[in-house]
């Protein structure tokens, strides 16, 4: 007997299709952003840093930092000197402001960086061993920057004769007290708005506060020697009676 045969369905096991799911690393407007600018200045370095690395004075002097206190200092350094290691800093431009607390490291005669959200350092952790106790600290959040990040580094300046020229006396003693300082911003904002209602002023931030430096070096190192030498002084004394 024949019978006829119905084609039977195979089926088949299919594996689930993996759900794609889009995600916005980073909204625009918020993508980190660099400023940078630089001064020759006709100071000595050792002067120049005891201004930058007096943070509490930031407020009469800085654009946009309307408020500056040292909250709390390193341990001495191999010279016995203290630095600040954190301050609470209001800052702020095109039309909003934010006062955060900001972790701070200064290698001694050369830099003093403060760092706000979640910035972390780039200095060698072997040139801050006197900010041991604050090097690990974790990030402190702020509303307006999820980072926020300005060195000021200084070195002797040297300048480099023309081509085929050699060095001469002359030369170096021309350089002698001259400083090169360098101001280095690095931001992001948590919140692309912030970023367009600053979008305006950000571009200049860095050569303003760097002229509005050299204004206040100019006022307190053409002074007679003796105010800066007690200025000096002073400055010291408060850090160490700060750190302790």
């Avoid at 019978?3 to 594996?15: A, C, D, V, W």
């Avoid at 952003?33 to 020759?40: C, E, F, V």
């Avoid at 000021?152 to 090169?180: C, M, N, Y």
Wanted: positive net charge; glycine residues 6%.
């Amino acid at each position: 007997m024949l019978r006829t045969l119905r084609p039977q369905r195979i089926l088949r096991q299919t594996k689930p299709q993996a759900q794609i799911i889009r995600s916005f690393i980073t909204l625009p407007g918020t993508e980190q952003q660099s400023l940078a600018a630089t001064r020759i200045l006709p100071y000595k370095s050792n002067d120049l840093y005891t201004i930058i690395a007096d943070v509490d004075s930031y407020s009469s002097f800085l654009p946009y930092c309307s408020e500056s206190r040292v909250t709390k200092w390193s341990s001495p350094d191999q010279n016995g000197q203290r630095w600040p290691s954190e301050a609470d800093l209001k800052v702020g431009w095109g039309g909003f402001d934010e006062t955060f607390t900001s972790r701070l490291f200064c290698v001694p005669g050369s830099v003093v960086e403060a760092l706000g959200g979640e910035a972390i350092t780039k200095l060698a952790k072997a040139d801050l061993a006197h900010h041991s106790a604050t090097f690990n600290a974790p990030a402190r959040a702020n509303s307006i920057f999820q980072s926020l990040s300005t060195r000021w580094t200084i070195r002797p300046f040297q300048p480099i004769p023309p081509l085929g020229q050699p060095q001469t006396d002359k030369v170096g003693h021309d350089a002698r007290g001259q400083t090169e300082v360098r101001l280095s911003i690095d931001f992001q904002f948590s919140n692309p708005i912030y970023a367009a209602l600053s979008k305006a002023v950000a571009p200049k931030v860095a050569g303003i506060m760097i002229e509005a430096f050299e204004v206040r070096a100019r006022k307190l190192l053409e002074a007679p020697r003796a105010a800066v030498g007690g200025r000096s002084q002073h400055a010291g004394m408060a850090a160490k009676e700060g750190g302790v």
